[in-house]
T-cell receptor, first 115, second 113 residues
Framework: GAVVSQHPSRVICKSGTSVKIECRSLDFQATTMFWYRQFPKKSLMLMAT?????????EQGVEKDKFLINHASLTLSTLTVTSAHPEDSSFYIC???????????FGQGTRLTVV | GENVEQHPSTLSVQEGDSAVIKCTYS??????FPWYKQELGKGPQLIID?????GEKKDQRIAVTLNKTAKHFSLHITETQPEDSAVYFC????????????FGGGTRLMVKP
């Protein structure tokens, strides 16, 4: 299957700082990328959907000013958690899909810990 | 919107036995049903998927069945091995560009050696 690379895999940051997570599609053009958040022992919760070159569409209850998503190219999307707080600590996962394909492939996930 | 229910939430089997995980969906327009395996600390990995124009698909020890009338689909793992232990998620989507997957709640499968 296609490869989606997410970086970093783990990050620890101080409260009030911002953290950027990158999601790259390595061998296909990701016209659509999805960002999920996963709490321990829970399912994936969709945060936002982004199409290359367009503004992201956020799910209800997700603060777009706190979780900044940029999808400036067909192979890269970034999620920036701004002014992070301990409650933002979670596992964040990206997914990418080529518009002409059915399958969506996931990155390895990023474990964010805010101290 | 779509709603996907997954059962059981945990499943323990003996090595070599079969495991079955079931999901139901609510939106009859959904036509794509993937299954993902997630190991601890990693992202979900697509293991098999099925589209609504077929009723069954098999890939070695893994098979998926789909009943469109009843709106449910199942994952079958035969001859389970300890390395099959993971969390499995079903999902459903209407196959249109940009549409997101709706996930089930997940099943923690434990295969005892």
């Amino acid at each position: 299957g296609a490869v989606v690379s997410q970086h970093p895999s783990r990050v620890i940051c101080k409260s009030g700082t911002s953290v950027k997570i990158e999601c790259r599609s390595l061998d296909f053009q990701a016209t659509t990328m999805f960002w999920y958040r996963q709490f321990p022992k829970k399912s994936l919760m969709l945060m936002a959907t982004s199409n290359e070159g367009s503004k992201a569409t956020y799910e209800q209850g997700v603060e777009k000013d706190k979780f900044l998503i940029n999808h400036a190219s067909l192979t890269l999307s970034t999620l920036t958690v701004t002014s992070a707080h301990p409650e933002d600590s979670s596992f964040y996962i990206c997914s990418a899909r080529d518009g002409g394909a059915t399958e969506a492939f996931f990155g390895q996930g990023t474990r964010l810990t805010v101290v | 919107g779509e709603n996907v229910e997954q059962h059981p939430s945990t499943l323990s089997v003996q090595e070599g036995d079969s495991a079955v995980i079931k999901c139901t969906y609510s939106d009859s327009a959904s036509n794509y049903f993937p299954w993902y395996k997630q190991e601890l600390g990693k992202g979900p990995q697509l293991i098999i998927d099925i589209r609504s124009n077929v009723g069954e698909k098999k890939d070695q020890r893994i098979a998926v069945t789909l009943n469109k009338t009843a709106k449910h689909f199942s994952l079958h793992i035969t001859e389970t091995q300890p390395e099959d232990s993971a969390v499995y998620f079903c999902a459903a989507r209407y196959n249109n560009a940009g549409n997101m997957l709706t996930f089930g709640g997940g099943t923690r499968l434990m295969v005892k050696p």
